[in-house]
């Protein structure tokens, strides 16, 4: 469907708003430069770290979202509605505050402090949780929306060809979940790339242990404006090119 | 070689039926579209949520899980999984039993060549046929060696060549193996069926053997799935009385006094507009309904039917006044002895 044709001077405005910053963007590249910009130490360092910590946090994501979005399909009732709004809660906070509040869970005074013998903020792996804490309502949100667009039809024919539940997640409810596993795994991936607030709070900004290239691009846009740019079209391009590349919008019936 | 009794409640969907079939032998379930058959097959399987279903193999209550149950069941939407071959799709069952890789794939070969899909293991399923497809899962529900087979509709939204095609693959595949199939279509119970169990609004309003129930009907509803109509009366003198006064000569049944039945096909019921005075013996009704079967038209009565040509039928409408005329000298037979339903 098309819809009536005033949508389309609002489509327009849309597209600008996003369209013109990018541009503004570029405008500032200093395209002479922008190799030595990007492949200077601690861009190259900062950048590492980046796909480094996204990737393990996708990962990550998968292996936790998915049981979640699993879990959370099973549930019924009012119960439902509450875990969901926790689970998703990451969506909505102010990463700052996201941040603060896995300081008070796994810092060296927070819960678990003790426990973990110790701090785990302000390391590589304060980056990962971090990373993963905002990203992971993506995978679930995917996984859920694709399951209850499931019949349970396949599962249970599956069931009475003898299979046991685990076959029948791994050969058949898995496989047809691939196209919403791939679109929750490349916007969590994108928004673990992106995070900035969690991470400076819990994780802090030491260069190589966790400053990505978000916080590299915050700490020298004052200093050195071009490699600020040069980074950041990096990310843009990065963000971009994995978006377009593996994101399909979820169709309604899988 | 499977003995099944099943005792199937399922307050939600209004059914609450009971089945039996004999090790080997193939039970029909016919029924129209709503009737509950589905449901029935699907709790046998174990796959409906809250059905209160008590299932015996062979006298021994089944196990609860699906799984474990070795019941297979070829549903009317096919459910081939997508994601995999076609011969995956037919292995997966071995698989799932234990088979290694090769052995499982050597399996669903040979399966599929006795479907006669050789040589389409490498397909998707969204690649086939919907007869191609039927085959498909009906070799991959039986590769699963299931001690008992069930198939829901199993002919259903194939076009006609296909279906009978399909008909004569699983009435040889079904040879020997205990079955269960859903049909609303008489040909399919003449077809396959040892015994017959017509199902009506969630339940079983008559069952026998497929002679009993296609030939014998004891109930109007019974007769109409197996194609024909049931007058019912009482002997009296040679006859069976309808009404009073109202008498369908017969050629022999039970004595006099006797609640009985003649039945006949639609086709071999006359229909006149007015009062007829010579053939067959004729019964005053009225048109209660119109039902198109290709090149005539079902003129249902509230006692009878008759097949007319399209062009004889333009003038009818509910209410419309006419004549049955019965067959006279068809054998009457006891409607009383026996069960009605187990």
Same mark, same amino acid.
């Given at each position: 469907?098309?819809?009536?044709?005033?949508?389309?001077?609002?489509?327009?405005?849309?597209?600008?708003?996003?369209?013109?910053?990018?541009?503004?963007?570029?405008?500032?590249?200093?395209?002479?430069?922008?190799?030595?910009?990007?492949?200077?130490?601690?861009?190259?360092?900062?950048?590492?770290?980046?796909?480094?910590?996204?990737?393990?946090?996708?990962?990550?994501?998968?292996?936790?979202?998915?049981?979640?979005?699993?879990?959370?399909?099973?549930?019924?009732?009012?119960?439902?509605?509450?875990?969901?709004?926790?689970?998703?809660?990451?969506?909505?906070?102010?990463?700052?505050?996201?941040?603060?509040?896995?300081?008070?869970?796994?810092?060296?005074?927070?819960?678990?402090?003790?426990?973990?013998?110790?701090?785990?903020?302000?390391?590589?792996?304060?980056?990962?949780?971090?990373?993963?804490?905002?990203?992971?309502?993506?995978?679930?949100?995917?996984?859920?929306?694709?399951?209850?667009?499931?019949?349970?039809?396949?599962?249970?024919?599956?069931?009475?060809?003898?299979?046991?539940?685990?076959?029948?997640?791994?050969?058949?409810?898995?496989?047809?979940?691939?196209?919403?596993?791939?679109?929750?795994?490349?916007?969590?991936?994108?928004?673990?790339?992106?995070?900035?607030?969690?991470?400076?709070?819990?994780?802090?900004?030491?260069?190589?242990?966790?400053?990505?290239?978000?916080?590299?691009?915050?700490?020298?846009?004052?200093?050195?404006?071009?490699?600020?740019?040069?980074?950041?079209?990096?990310?843009?391009?990065?963000?971009?090119?994995?978006?377009?590349?593996?994101?399909?919008?979820?169709?309604?019936?899988? | 070689?499977?003995?099944?009794?099943?005792?199937?409640?399922?307050?939600?969907?209004?059914?609450?039926?009971?089945?039996?079939?004999?090790?080997?032998?193939?039970?029909?379930?016919?029924?129209?579209?709503?009737?509950?058959?589905?449901?029935?097959?699907?709790?046998?399987?174990?796959?409906?949520?809250?059905?209160?279903?008590?299932?015996?193999?062979?006298?021994?209550?089944?196990?609860?899980?699906?799984?474990?149950?070795?019941?297979?069941?070829?549903?009317?939407?096919?459910?081939?999984?997508?994601?995999?071959?076609?011969?995956?799709?037919?292995?997966?069952?071995?698989?799932?039993?234990?088979?290694?890789?090769?052995?499982?794939?050597?399996?669903?070969?040979?399966?599929?060549?006795?479907?006669?899909?050789?040589?389409?293991?490498?397909?998707?399923?969204?690649?086939?046929?919907?007869?191609?497809?039927?085959?498909?899962?009906?070799?991959?529900?039986?590769?699963?060696?299931?001690?008992?087979?069930?198939?829901?509709?199993?002919?259903?939204?194939?076009?006609?060549?296909?279906?009978?095609?399909?008909?004569?693959?699983?009435?040889?595949?079904?040879? @020997? !193996?205990? %079955?269960? /199939? $859903?049909? *609303?279509?008489?040909?399919? #119970?003449? +077809? &396959? =069926?040892?015994?017959?169990?017509?199902?009506?609004?969630?339940?079983?309003?008559?069952?026998?053997?497929?002679?009993?129930?296609?030939?014998?009907?004891?109930?109007?509803?019974?007769?109409?799935?197996?194609?024909?109509?049931?007058?019912?009366?009482?002997?009296?003198?040679?006859?069976?009385?309808?009404?009073?006064?109202?008498?369908?000569?017969?050629?022999?049944?039970?004595?006099? @006094? !006797?609640? %009985?039945? /003649? $039945?006949? *096909?639609?086709?071999?019921? #006359?229909? +006149? &507009? =007015?009062?007829?005075?010579?053939?067959?013996?004729?019964?005053?009704?009225?048109?209660?309904?119109?039902?198109?079967?290709?090149?005539?038209?079902?003129?249902?009565?509230?006692?009878?039917?008759?097949?007319?040509?399209?062009?004889?039928?333009?003038?009818?409408?509910?209410?419309?006044?006419?004549?049955?005329?019965?067959?006279?000298?068809?054998?009457?037979?006891?409607?009383?002895? @026996?069960?009605? %339903?187990?």
């Amino acid at each position: 469907m098309t819809g009536p044709r005033w949508l389309a001077p609002l489509a327009a405005l849309g597209g600008l708003l996003v369209l013109l910053p990018l541009l503004g963007l570029v405008a500032r590249v200093e395209w002479t430069d922008l190799w030595s910009l990007v492949t200077s130490q601690e861009s190259l360092t900062a950048l590492g770290l980046s796909l480094r910590t996204a990737a393990v946090a996708t990962l990550a994501t998968l292996a936790l979202g998915v049981p979640l979005g699993f879990v959370l399909h099973g549930m019924r009732g009012p119960v439902r509605g509450l875990v969901r709004a926790v689970v998703l809660a990451p969506l909505v906070l102010p990463p700052v505050v996201g941040g603060l509040a896995l300081l008070y869970a796994f810092g060296r005074r927070g819960l678990l402090g003790e426990e973990l013998g110790g701090s785990v903020a302000f390391t590589t792996l304060a980056v990962v949780i971090a990373q993963t804490f905002v990203a992971m309502p993506f995978m679930v949100v995917s996984v859920e929306s694709a399951l209850a667009a499931r019949s349970g039809r396949h599962e249970a024919i599956a069931g009475t060809l003898g299979a046991s539940r685990t076959r029948v997640l791994t050969r058949v409810t898995l496989p047809a979940l691939a196209p919403a596993l791939a679109t929750g795994a490349v916007l969590a991936f994108a928004r673990a790339l992106g995070e900035f607030g969690a991470t400076l709070t819990f994780a802090g900004s030491l260069e190589g242990v966790t400053r990505t290239a978000p916080l590299e691009i915050y700490l020298v846009r004052e200093t050195d404006p071009a490699a600020a740019a040069a980074l950041s079209l990096v990310l843009v391009a990065v963000a971009i090119g994995v978006v377009a590349l593996a994101y399909r919008p979820l169709r309604g019936a899988a | 070689m499977t003995a099944l009794t099943a005792r199937v409640r399922v307050p939600a969907r209004g059914v609450d039926a009971a089945v039996e079939v004999s090790s080997g032998a193939t039970l029909v379930l016919l029924g129209p579209n709503g009737s509950g058959k589905s449901t029935v097959l699907e709790a046998v399987a174990g796959i409906v949520p809250g059905a209160d279903a008590r299932v015996t193999l062979d006298g021994t209550d089944a196990p609860r899980a699906p799984r474990d149950r070795r019941i297979g069941l070829l549903s009317q939407d096919d459910a081939l999984f997508p994601t995999m071959s076609v011969r995956d799709n037919v292995a997966f069952g071995p698989r799932s039993r234990g088979l290694g890789r090769a052995a499982a794939r050597e399996a669903a070969d040979a399966w599929l060549a006795r479907v006669g899909l050789d040589g389409l293991g490498d397909r998707r399923p969204g690649a086939l046929s919907g007869g191609q497809a039927r085959r498909v899962a009906i070799a991959r529900a039986l590769a699963a060696e299931p001690r008992v087979m069930l198939l829901d509709e199993p002919f259903a939204g194939l076009d006609v060549v296909v279906a009978s095609e399909v008909r004569g693959l699983v009435a040889g595949l079904l040879t @020997g !193996v205990t %079955a269960v /199939v $859903t049909t *609303h279509d008489a040909l399919d #119970a003449h +077809a &396959l =069926a040892d015994t017959v169990a017509v199902m009506e609004a969630g339940s079983v309003a008559e069952s026998g053997t497929a002679a009993e129930v296609l030939t014998r009907p004891r109930t109007a509803f019974a007769a109409r799935m197996g194609g024909r109509v049931l007058v019912e009366g009482t002997m009296r003198g040679g006859a069976l009385e309808i009404a009073a006064g109202v008498r369908v000569p017969v050629g022999g049944g039970p004595g006099a @006094g !006797v609640r %009985a039945g /003649v $039945t006949a *096909h639609p086709g071999d019921v #006359a229909l +006149a &507009l =007015a009062a007829p005075v010579s053939g067959p013996a004729w019964v005053v009704d009225a048109v209660r309904g119109l039902e198109p079967r290709g090149d005539v038209v079902r003129v249902h009565g509230a006692l009878l039917a008759a097949d007319v040509p399209v062009e004889a039928a333009a003038g009818l409408e509910a209410g419309t006044p006419v004549w049955f005329g019965v067959p006279r000298g068809l054998e009457a037979y006891a409607l009383t002895s @026996g069960a009605a %339903a187990r």
